[in-house]
């Protein structure tokens, strides 16, 4: 068990990637509720052998809920001011909702009193059905069985979300990313045990998500949700509506104030740009997480120039942020993010078959099948998909559906005709979209007003990858230019750039000078 | 070949070549396909298809065909579907996203469960025993090496059996494929 005090200073492998959070942010002051760790050590341990493990370890999580108890002024378990926590799992790598976390533990009869005396009925009430909600479905008790002892709740949670690294969907996530570790070093998960703050408090609270720039776009503004009067769950899980963060500006502007302060210290402390999860309870700032955010390619590109003008980066980390894989998806054309946000959402589904396309939305098979012959783009939307709809979607374009999953008939059929198609947008969205004309992304699983035009960035003609290359130039082994006397190297595998650098060549012209650089500064850091 | 499983198999098809539906329905139906185009029931033109009063021919024939029988028995096999089916569009999914061998090894579980249900169904409507033998066709191909016959559209591969199985047996059991839809089932 380890304090998460801000002097604990383990290694991410060590604490997972929350618990490094958690202390990095207590080093500097930053305001976090405290917490403590049961480090991924232990959980390795406790895969192998649950029930010891937990006996050895038990004498230190008491210690560390004394702790808790200490540093909040509250008793755990009982009133006048009940200390509730969440235990949460931490991994090395990030798995966005794949593993279990627990919220508003501590919870009982004598709790509730306490709570209702100490704010009100209706917040006690909402924390507890909320507990009762979230512990049965993680634990997996039947309802109204939940243990009225504390500690009880406490040891059946961190044993849930230990045995949550086996769950199928997060061995399914592992497999997917190529997380598997070697047999030998199986991994395993931390847990953070951390209080209770309450964005369900009042109506000065909330919980919401923070990009510190836009993840998406690369455009130097912050990127975020909001939920008022709600828990941090009901933000990632995506089941009720949050509002952009401009809103916390509106209705709490000291409070947005201080939260972007907060943000731009932690891009300087993790020299990225960061998503930073946060709790509003009762008009106080309260930051519960933060990571390094995942990035579109485009933003990738913009926000590596951005942090290097600023100067968070140097030129050598400049271009490690910008892989080849980077640029060769900027270089194909593609719905560009900006001109995406840019058009009304008109649906959202699942992305069943990927692509970009668009035309106009037809509800009717025959219909669909006369304006392809009359040569339009066509979109068939249908409510859910029959056989004889078959021929009808080899005519479009790209298909819409309003009810049906990723392995319904129509995923089945339009992954074959290898048309673009977003189903289970719900129900009424063919009337929506009827005689529209509406660009299908099955990427993104959305549908968006109008004909989209597809774009690429080409390091010809783009200021981001020109800057990127003229960065690249100084430091890289092999320069890369557009024009110039020198002799020409089109390929850019790994092979060709290194034999043109055994060869003793210094510069070359190539249509892709950026990627040609990027490779040969990956090949002369190995 | 009797007019209803001529109608109700061009109304599966959506557009079909008269070859493909002889092909379909393994037997020459020229003549009866005449006579429906004569009496405007289909629509003739580089392909077959059902005509508005055709859609009203052949629903009256399917409540004539339903007259008879134990509503019981079908929805205990639309019931009995809902769960293989689930089963086979994952394991199609599987096939199709990650060309996975595993997902070919489950065809043969997956046919040995819809046979009894087909046979249930087929006590009760004796037209849909045909779908035994389609189904059979196109796992034969697929067990000959030719996987093209599991999903592949417009042919009666696997699949495109299947979903008009599935279809017949929504509309046996007396729902509308809306009502299906609502219950979850007819994805």
């Not at chain 1, 207590?26 to 390795?44: D, N, Q, S, W, Y």
């Not at chain 2, 089963?87 to 997902?103: E, H």
């Not at chain 2, 591969?157 to 007396?174: D, K, Q, R």
Request: hydrophobic share 40%; proline share 5%; net charge negative.
């Amino acid at each position: 068990m380890v304090l998460l005090d801000g002097s604990a200073n383990l290694p991410r492998k060590i604490l997972g990637n929350k618990g490094h959070g958690i202390d990095a942010m207590r080093r500097h002051k930053l305001p976090v509720p405290p917490a403590f760790c049961i480090t991924t050590e232990v959980g390795v341990r406790y895969l192998a052998e649950p029930a010891k493990t937990l006996a050895t370890i038990w004498d230190d999580v008491l210690d560390g809920m004394s702790w808790l108890e200490a540093e909040t002024s509250c008793t755990f378990g009982r009133g006048p001011h009940p200390l509730l926590v969440s235990v949460r799992s931490g991994a090395t790598h990030s798995m966005p909702g794949m593993m279990d976390t627990i919220l508003d533990l501590g919870m009982n009869d004598a709790v509730e009193r306490a709570l209702t005396s100490a704010s009100s009925a209706e917040f006690a009430r909402d924390t507890r059905r909320r507990f009762n909600r979230i512990y049965q479905h993680i634990v997996g008790t039947e309802p109204g069985s939940v243990p009225a002892d504390p500690h009880a709740q406490l040891r059946a949670a961190i044993e849930a979300v230990f045995a949550s690294w086996n769950s199928p969907r997060a061995v399914a996530y592992r497999a997917h990313w190529g997380l598997n570790q070697s047999p030998a070093d199986r991994g395993s998960t931390a847990v953070v045990v951390q209080a209770m703050v309450f964005g369900n408090h009042d109506a000065d609270s909330g919980s919401g998500a923070l990009f510190s720039r836009n993840p998406i776009t690369g455009a130097n503004e912050p990127f975020g949700e909001w939920l008022r009067c709600g828990q941090g769950d009901e933000v990632v899980s995506g089941v009720v509506d949050v509002e952009p963060i401009t809103a916390l500006r509106d209705e709490q502007p000291a409070v947005y104030d201080e939260l972007m302060d907060a943000a731009r210290r932690l891009e300087r402390l993790g020299s990225d740009v960061q998503e930073i999860e946060f709790t509003v309870d009762d008009g106080k700032l309260w930051l519960l997480q933060t990571r390094a955010a995942e990035k579109s390619a485009q933003a990738t590109a913009r926000l590596a120039l951005q942090l290097r003008r600023e100067g968070l980066i140097d030129d050598t980390e400049t271009l490690g942020r910008v892989t080849r894989a980077h640029v060769e998806t900027l270089l194909l054309p593609a719905l560009q993010p900006e001109t995406r946000l840019a058009a009304p959402l008109l649906a959202k589904g699942m992305p069943a078959c990927p692509g970009v396309v668009s035309g106009k939305a037809y509800t009717e098979v025959d219909e669909a099948l006369n304006a392809a012959d009359r040569g339009e783009e066509v979109i068939l939307v249908r409510d859910h998909t029959r056989p004889e709809d078959v021929t009808g979607m080899l005519a479009a374009q790209g298909i819409v559906t309003e009810v049906g999953g990723a392995t319904s008939h129509a995923a089945v059929v339009s992954r074959e005709l290898g048309r673009v198609a977003v189903v289970g947008c719900g129900t009424g969205v063919a009337a929506a979209l009827a005689g529209k004309q509406i660009t299908v992304d099955g990427y993104e699983g959305e549908v968006r007003e109008g004909n989209l035009a597809l774009t690429a960035w080409s390091e010809g003609d783009t200021p981001e990858l020109r800057e990127l290359a003229d960065i690249a130039r100084p430091i890289s082994p092999l320069r890369a230019h557009t024009t110039g006397e020198h002799p020409t190297l089109d390929d850019a595998s790994d092979a060709a750039v290194r034999a043109a650098m055994d060869a003793g060549l210094t510069d070359v012209v190539s249509a892709t000078p950026l990627i040609i650089m990027l490779t040969a500064l990956r090949l002369a850091a190995r | 070949m009797s007019e209803l499983t001529v109608l109700q198999a061009v109304r599966l098809k959506g557009r079909v070549s008269p070859h493909d539906l002889a092909a379909a329905l393994a037997e020459d139906v020229t003549n009866t396909v005449e006579r429906l185009v004569e009496s405007g029931l289909l629509i003739e033109s580089t392909t077959l298809r059902i005509s508005p009063s055709g859609r009203v021919r052949l629903d009256e024939l399917l409540t004539e065909e339903r007259a008879g029988i134990d509503p019981s028995a079908l929805a205990t096999a639309y019931n009995d579907f809902h769960s293989v089916n689930t089963d086979f569009k994952a394991l199609v999914t599987d096939w199709q996203l990650n060309r996975d061998p595993a997902a070919l090894a489950r065809m043969d579980g997956v046919h040995e469960r819809v046979l009894p249900i087909i046979a249930a169904a087929a006590a009760q409507l004796p037209r849909l025993d045909a779908y035994r033998a389609k189904l059979l066709a196109a796992l034969e191909k697929i067990k000959a090496g030719d996987t093209a016959w599991l999903t592949r559209p417009l042919v009666d591969s696997y699949h495109t059996v299947w979903f008009e199985l599935h279809e017949e047996l929504i509309l046996a059991s007396g729902l509308t494929r809306e009502q299906a839809a609502r219950s979850g089932d007819a994805q």
